[in-house]
């Protein structure tokens, strides 16, 4: 088979300062994600991650330096609260490698012309394992998401830190 992202040197992390102590530390999980459903597709920069806002309609981003050093992901803050089912994390960030090993976000050249074209994220996840993982996180989040979120504001965010709060209004 051929394949565009056949490992040429092992993937390294440089995990974000101190965030393994942290209930779902993010770093953590990306590595597990890595070595367990990526370990073919090298890390060709510095990879960070750290837990952002509580966006209400985005779980996840990556974006690239300006320079291509470093691709940082950041993951919706509220997925590391105990209420929300860690397969939303891991779908999420399974999510963000899918665009990094599709050149989006990474240093690789891009293999399409959008991030999404024609589902290639879906296909990339259930290509290497996460397709029943990813269906949990779908359905969990077409029927829960907003509820959870709206409950969370409603009770002034417990449990969330104060760098992921969104700005009252
Ligand atoms: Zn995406």
Partial sequence: MPDLLLLDSPPTFIAAPSDADVFRSPSRYLEGIWHTYFADVPCVNQVNIAYGQAWKNRLGSIRLSPDTTISFIKVNGLLQLPQIPDYILITTIAHELAHYAHGFGS?????????????????????RGLGETMRMCNEWVDSQWFASYEEARAADWPGLPAICRPPSH
């Fill in 107 to 127: 240093p690789r050249p891009p293999l399409y012309q959008h991030p999404h074209a024609n589902r290639v994220v879906e296909l990339e996840l259930k290509r």
